[in-house]
Protein backbone atom coordinates (compact mmCIF):
# COMPACT_ATOMS: atom_id res chain seq x y z
CA UNK A 1 0.00 0.00 0.00
CA UNK A 2 1.20 3.56 -1.04
CA UNK A 3 0.51 5.70 1.98
CA UNK A 4 -1.27 9.28 1.85
CA UNK A 5 -0.21 12.09 3.34
CA UNK A 6 -2.86 15.02 3.23
CA UNK A 7 -1.75 18.72 3.16
CA UNK A 8 -3.81 20.88 4.92
CA UNK A 9 -2.13 23.90 4.01
CA UNK A 10 -5.02 25.85 1.86
CA UNK A 11 -7.63 25.10 4.22
CA UNK A 12 -5.82 27.24 6.15
CA UNK A 13 -5.25 29.31 2.90
CA UNK A 14 -8.93 30.03 2.59
CA UNK A 15 -9.43 30.89 6.50
CA UNK A 16 -6.58 33.77 6.36
CA UNK A 17 -8.12 35.34 2.71
CA UNK A 18 -10.86 36.96 5.72
CA UNK A 19 -8.29 36.44 8.92
CA UNK A 20 -11.06 34.57 10.60
CA UNK A 21 -11.38 31.36 12.08
CA UNK A 22 -13.14 28.73 9.81
CA UNK A 23 -12.25 26.64 7.62
CA UNK A 24 -10.09 25.05 10.12
CA UNK A 25 -7.50 22.83 9.07
CA UNK A 26 -7.78 20.69 12.33
CA UNK A 27 -11.28 20.16 11.24
CA UNK A 28 -10.10 19.57 7.52
CA UNK A 29 -6.90 16.95 8.85
CA UNK A 30 -9.63 14.90 10.80
CA UNK A 31 -12.17 14.46 8.27
CA UNK A 32 -9.14 13.20 5.94
CA UNK A 33 -8.16 10.25 8.60
CA UNK A 34 -11.52 9.66 8.51
CA UNK A 35 -11.74 9.10 4.99
CA UNK A 36 -8.49 6.98 5.49
CA UNK A 37 -5.68 8.90 4.93
CA UNK A 38 -2.83 7.78 6.86
CA UNK A 39 -1.11 11.02 8.03
CA UNK A 40 -0.91 14.83 8.07
CA UNK A 41 1.25 17.32 6.16
CA UNK A 42 1.35 21.07 6.63
CA UNK A 43 4.17 23.65 5.84
CA UNK A 44 4.74 26.04 8.01
CA UNK A 45 6.17 29.10 6.18
CA UNK A 46 8.66 31.94 7.74
CA UNK A 47 5.80 34.68 6.22
CA UNK A 48 3.30 32.49 7.84
CA UNK A 49 0.75 33.13 4.64
CA UNK A 50 -1.46 29.79 5.55
CA UNK A 51 -0.63 27.90 8.47
CA UNK A 52 0.06 29.76 11.76
CA UNK A 53 2.04 28.59 14.64
CA UNK A 54 -1.04 27.79 16.53
CA UNK A 55 -2.18 25.76 13.78
CA UNK A 56 0.79 23.72 14.13
CA UNK A 57 0.10 22.89 17.98
CA UNK A 58 -3.56 22.33 17.47
CA UNK A 59 -3.17 19.94 14.44
CA UNK A 60 -0.54 17.74 15.99
CA UNK A 61 -2.57 17.30 19.73
CA UNK A 62 -5.77 16.84 17.97
CA UNK A 63 -5.16 14.38 14.84
CA UNK A 64 -5.08 10.43 15.35
CA UNK A 65 -2.24 9.40 12.70
CA UNK A 66 1.12 11.15 12.34
CA UNK A 67 2.07 14.89 11.58
CA UNK A 68 4.44 15.51 8.56
CA UNK A 69 6.08 19.22 9.43
CA UNK A 70 7.48 21.33 6.18
CA UNK A 71 9.53 23.75 6.68
CA UNK A 72 12.71 25.71 5.85
CA UNK A 73 16.27 24.96 6.95
CA UNK A 74 16.16 28.26 9.46
CA UNK A 75 17.18 28.41 12.68
CA UNK A 76 13.51 29.71 13.71
CA UNK A 77 12.12 26.36 12.41
CA UNK A 78 14.40 24.11 13.69
CA UNK A 79 13.85 25.58 16.96
CA UNK A 80 9.81 25.24 16.75
CA UNK A 81 9.98 21.95 15.46
CA UNK A 82 11.94 20.57 18.43
CA UNK A 83 9.50 22.19 20.41
CA UNK A 84 6.24 20.79 19.01
CA UNK A 85 7.84 17.34 18.39
CA UNK A 86 6.49 16.26 14.76
CA UNK A 87 6.42 12.60 13.97
CA UNK A 88 8.48 13.95 10.90
CA UNK A 89 10.17 17.11 9.66
CA UNK A 90 10.52 17.47 5.78
CA UNK A 91 12.74 20.19 4.81
CA UNK A 92 11.92 22.08 2.05
CA UNK A 93 13.18 25.35 0.09
CA UNK A 94 11.64 28.61 0.43
CA UNK A 95 11.88 32.16 -1.00
CA UNK A 96 9.45 34.73 0.18
CA UNK A 97 7.90 36.03 -3.10
CA UNK A 98 7.12 32.63 -4.93
CA UNK A 99 3.42 31.25 -5.06
CA UNK A 100 4.17 27.38 -3.62
CA UNK A 101 7.20 25.76 -3.34
CA UNK A 102 9.12 25.74 -6.73
CA UNK A 103 11.48 22.92 -7.03
CA UNK A 104 13.84 20.72 -4.13
CA UNK A 105 16.33 21.64 -2.25
CA UNK A 106 20.16 21.96 -3.39
CA UNK A 107 21.27 19.22 -0.79
CA UNK A 108 24.80 19.16 -2.51
CA UNK A 109 25.13 23.33 -1.65
CA UNK A 110 24.64 22.40 1.93
CA UNK A 111 25.44 19.20 2.86
CA UNK A 112 26.99 20.37 6.46
CA UNK A 113 24.26 22.32 7.51
CA UNK A 114 22.04 19.88 7.06
CA UNK A 115 23.31 17.15 8.59
CA UNK A 116 23.43 19.12 12.01
CA UNK A 117 19.72 19.91 11.73
CA UNK A 118 19.56 15.56 10.88
CA UNK A 119 20.91 14.96 14.23
CA UNK A 120 19.28 17.72 16.34
CA UNK A 121 16.05 15.86 15.09
CA UNK A 122 17.21 12.33 15.14
CA UNK A 123 18.65 13.67 18.95
CA UNK A 124 14.38 13.83 19.87
CA UNK A 125 13.73 11.24 17.54
CA UNK A 126 11.71 13.00 14.71
CA UNK A 127 12.62 11.47 11.10
CA UNK A 128 14.18 13.78 8.66
CA UNK A 129 13.19 13.85 5.26
CA UNK A 130 14.36 15.92 2.22
CA UNK A 131 12.27 17.75 -0.69
CA UNK A 132 14.56 16.78 -4.09
CA UNK A 133 14.60 17.22 -7.63
CA UNK A 134 14.63 14.01 -9.56
CA UNK A 135 18.46 13.88 -9.86
CA UNK A 136 21.05 11.83 -9.27
CA UNK A 137 23.39 14.30 -7.33
CA UNK A 138 20.86 14.82 -5.12
CA UNK A 139 19.50 11.32 -4.08
CA UNK A 140 23.50 10.72 -3.38
CA UNK A 141 23.78 13.68 -1.29
CA UNK A 142 20.91 13.28 0.49
CA UNK A 143 22.29 9.68 1.40
CA UNK A 144 25.64 11.51 2.29
CA UNK A 145 23.69 13.80 4.87
CA UNK A 146 21.90 11.02 6.23
CA UNK A 147 18.31 11.44 5.73
CA UNK A 148 16.07 8.99 6.85
CA UNK A 149 13.97 9.70 3.35
CA UNK A 150 13.46 11.82 0.44
CA UNK A 151 10.59 13.27 -1.18
CA UNK A 152 11.16 13.34 -4.85
CA UNK A 153 9.28 17.08 -6.45
CA UNK A 154 6.68 15.82 -9.15
CA UNK A 155 5.86 19.01 -9.41
CA UNK A 156 7.56 19.06 -13.33
CA UNK A 157 6.10 16.06 -13.92
CA UNK A 158 2.46 17.67 -12.94
CA UNK A 159 2.49 20.39 -15.28
CA UNK A 160 4.10 18.57 -18.56
CA UNK A 161 1.30 18.15 -21.01
CA UNK A 162 3.04 16.10 -23.74
CA UNK A 163 3.28 12.73 -23.58
CA UNK A 164 6.75 12.11 -24.80
CA UNK A 165 8.26 14.89 -22.05
CA UNK A 166 6.09 13.14 -19.26
CA UNK A 167 7.64 9.64 -20.29
CA UNK A 168 11.30 11.41 -19.61
CA UNK A 169 10.49 13.03 -16.37
CA UNK A 170 8.71 10.05 -15.34
CA UNK A 171 11.71 7.88 -16.07
CA UNK A 172 13.80 10.38 -13.91
CA UNK A 173 11.74 10.18 -11.27
CA UNK A 174 11.54 6.04 -11.14
CA UNK A 175 15.60 6.13 -11.73
CA UNK A 176 15.69 8.24 -8.83
CA UNK A 177 13.49 6.53 -6.39
CA UNK A 178 15.04 3.24 -7.40
CA UNK A 179 18.44 4.53 -6.87
CA UNK A 180 17.08 5.79 -3.74
CA UNK A 181 15.88 2.93 -2.39
CA UNK A 182 19.02 1.17 -3.49
CA UNK A 183 21.37 3.12 -0.93
CA UNK A 184 18.66 2.71 1.77
CA UNK A 185 16.55 5.82 1.94
CA UNK A 186 12.81 5.44 2.01
CA UNK A 187 11.19 7.07 -1.17
CA UNK A 188 7.97 9.59 -1.11
CA UNK A 189 6.98 12.07 -3.32
CA UNK A 190 4.64 14.67 -4.29
CA UNK A 191 3.84 18.20 -5.76
CA UNK A 192 0.62 19.19 -7.82
CA UNK A 193 -0.04 15.25 -8.01
CA UNK A 194 -4.53 15.39 -9.59
CA UNK A 195 -6.54 11.92 -9.68
CA UNK A 196 -4.82 11.52 -13.01
CA UNK A 197 -1.38 11.94 -12.78
CA UNK A 198 -1.12 10.25 -9.62
CA UNK A 199 -1.61 7.05 -10.88
CA UNK A 200 1.87 6.46 -12.90
CA UNK A 201 3.95 7.59 -9.68
CA UNK A 202 1.97 5.43 -7.28
CA UNK A 203 2.73 2.70 -9.82
CA UNK A 204 6.55 2.73 -8.55
CA UNK A 205 7.31 0.43 -6.09
CA UNK A 206 10.11 2.01 -4.29
CA UNK A 207 7.57 4.93 -3.61
CA UNK A 208 5.80 4.29 0.01
CA UNK A 209 4.16 7.50 0.69
CA UNK A 210 2.96 11.00 -1.32
CA UNK A 211 1.94 14.53 -0.22
CA UNK A 212 -1.18 15.52 -1.79
CA UNK A 213 -2.90 19.00 -0.96
CA UNK A 214 -3.63 21.82 -3.06
CA UNK A 215 -5.71 19.26 -5.60
CA UNK A 216 -7.57 17.80 -2.95
CA UNK A 217 -8.43 20.75 -0.94
CA UNK A 218 -9.64 22.14 -4.49
CA UNK A 219 -11.90 18.56 -5.17
CA UNK A 220 -13.07 19.48 -1.09
CA UNK A 221 -14.74 22.85 -1.95
CA UNK A 222 -17.24 20.64 -4.44
CA UNK A 223 -17.45 17.10 -3.29
CA UNK A 224 -16.28 17.53 1.20
CA UNK A 225 -12.97 16.51 2.17
CA UNK A 226 -13.78 12.91 2.81
CA UNK A 227 -14.85 12.41 -0.72
CA UNK A 228 -12.04 14.17 -2.11
CA UNK A 229 -9.60 12.02 -0.01
CA UNK A 230 -11.00 8.69 -0.48
CA UNK A 231 -11.19 9.32 -4.66
CA UNK A 232 -7.39 10.11 -4.34
CA UNK A 233 -6.57 6.62 -1.99
CA UNK A 234 -8.99 4.82 -4.77
CA UNK A 235 -6.65 6.56 -8.04
CA UNK A 236 -3.62 5.89 -5.55
CA UNK A 237 -4.60 2.06 -5.44
CA UNK A 238 -5.61 2.20 -9.28
CA UNK A 239 -1.92 2.94 -10.08
CA UNK A 240 -0.31 0.66 -7.92
CA UNK A 241 -2.32 -2.26 -9.56
Do not use: W
Not at 60 to 79: C, Y
Not at 133 to 157: C, F, H
Not at 170 to 192: E, F
Amino acid sequence: MTRLFVNVDHVATIREARKTLEPSPLKAALLAERAGAHGITIHLREDRRHIQDDDVVMVKKGINTRLNLEMAATTEMVDLALKIQPYQVSLVPEKRQEITTEGGLNICSQEKELTVIREKMHDQGILFSLFIDPDLSQVDASQRVKADSIEINTGMYSELDSLSKIEVELDRIKTCAKSASQCGLKVYAGHGLTYESVQPIAGIVEIEELNIGHFIVGQAVYVGMESAVLQMIRAIESGRR
